[in-house]
Nanobody, 122 residues
Framework: VQLQASGGGLVEAGCSLRVSCTASGFTFENYGMGWFRQPPGKEREFVAAISRHGGLTYYADSVKGQYTISRDNAKNTLYLQMNTLKPEDTAVYYC????????????????WGQGTEVTVSS
């Protein structure tokens, strides 16, 4: 099982960025997927989640209207589109896979990627 996150980098405040997560070693469409982030010196926090076939999405209040989660089951890939980035969005972003119906708690996710770092400069 592997979740490979990519697309992070250094961007200026106000810019957009899309991070991706490519899955292998399991049946991607059977798993709900989520994004979490861990800002420097802080705990990991829930960002967004999406149901197995993409019909349902969930967002943390802090990113609602700013981020969009999506998936392409044909490509075994999860995306997170981040718009109007702010310095406080700086974090390592992790993708994760789950079968549990709960979507905000990290402990309910089965597989985790290695993370991709996003830095937003002011």
């Amino acid at each position: 099982v592997q979740l490979q996150a990519s697309g992070g980098g250094l961007v200026e405040a106000g810019c957009s960025l899309r991070v991706s997560c490519t899955a292998s070693g399991f049946t991607f469409e059977n798993y709900g997927m989520g994004w979490f982030r861990q800002p420097p010196g802080k705990e990991r926090e829930f960002v967004a989640a999406i149901s197995r076939h993409g019909g349902l999405t969930y967002y943390a209040d802090s990113v609602k209207g700013q981020y969009t989660i999506s998936r392409d089951n044909a490509k075994n890939t999860l995306y997170l589109q981040m718009n109007t980035l702010k310095p406080e969005d700086t974090a390592v972003y992790y993708c994760a896979a789950k079968t549990n119906v709960e979507y905000t708690r990290a402990s309910h996710y089965d597989f985790w990627g290695q993370g991709t770092e996003v830095t937003v400069s002011s």
